[in-house]
């Protein structure tokens, strides 16, 4: 049944289409009647309807998905797109919660790291937000030019992090 589950649910995804999000919702919505306690249903009806633009939507599917035991690759990307979502809410604490909690799951993920930088620049954090994109381009991106930089980038990082630009998500 769970592989069933799964093709349905690639299949609906395949034929998504970003502009116009209604059709992906409408295909969801009786997987989710039969299924509404399944972890990736939640997590691909909460995406559904982060894509449409009902963000506040989307945060409850997001939710119930990791309460209900998301995991795996679709669990780091249900944090990152439930951290987005929250930053987009304007709830910038929320969502370096979500991203904190992220990165101590999945240590390695570039685009978590990525994602909760646009979460820091959002609250303020300017220096600190660069500062880590400048350690994930030093740590994760392969590019000849760049090796004879990385100590540079690495120290303008640590630089950039030192420099006080107050707690994200304060007034």
Same mark, same amino acid.
């Given at each position: 049944?769970?592989?069933?589950?799964? &093709?349905?649910?690639?299949?609906?995804?395949?034929?998504?289409?970003r502009d116009?999000? #209604?059709?992906?919702?409408? %295909?969801?919505?009786?997987?989710?009647? =039969?299924?509404?306690?399944?972890?990736?249903?939640? @997590?691909?009806?909460?995406?559904?309807?982060?894509? &449409?633009?009902?963000?506040?939507?989307?945060?409850? @599917?997001?939710?119930?998905?990791?309460?209900? #035991?998301? %995991?795996?690759?679709?669990?780091?990307?249900?944090?990152?797109?439930?951290?987005?979502?929250?930053?987009?809410? #304007?709830?910038?604490?929320?969502?370096?919660?979500?991203?904190?909690?992220?990165?101590?799951?999945?240590?390695?993920?570039? =685009?978590?790291?990525?994602?909760?930088?646009?979460?820091?620049?959002?609250?303020?954090? &300017?220096?600190? =937000?660069?500062?880590r994109l400048?350690?994930?381009? %030093?740590?994760?991106?392969?590019?000849?030019?760049?090796?004879? @930089?990385?100590?540079?980038?690495?120290?303008? &990082?640590? @630089?950039?992090?030192?420099?006080?630009?107050?707690?994200?998500?304060?007034?």
């Amino acid at each position: 049944m769970a592989d069933d589950l799964d &093709a349905q649910l690639d299949g609906i995804f395949a034929a998504r289409d970003r502009d116009d999000m #209604g059709p992906t919702i409408d %295909a969801l919505l009786p997987l989710h009647a =039969a299924h509404p306690e399944h972890p990736r249903v939640l @997590y691909e009806l909460g995406g559904a309807y982060d894509t &449409a633009g009902d963000e506040a939507t989307a945060l409850g @599917y997001y939710e119930r998905a990791m309460e209900r #035991g998301l %995991a795996g690759d679709l669990r780091r990307r249900c944090f990152l797109q439930y951290g987005s979502t929250l930053r987009n809410l #304007g709830r910038i604490r929320d969502s370096l919660e979500v991203f904190a909690r992220a990165r101590a799951e999945f240590p390695e993920s570039v =685009a978590l790291g990525a994602f909760e930088s646009l979460t820091l620049h959002a609250g303020g954090q &300017a220096n600190t =937000a660069l500062a880590r994109l400048l350690t994930l381009v %030093a740590d994760h991106v392969e590019a000849p030019e760049l090796d004879r @930089y990385r100590p540079a980038l690495r120290g303008n &990082a640590d @630089y950039l992090a030192s420099l006080d630009d107050g707690p994200a998500g304060e007034p």
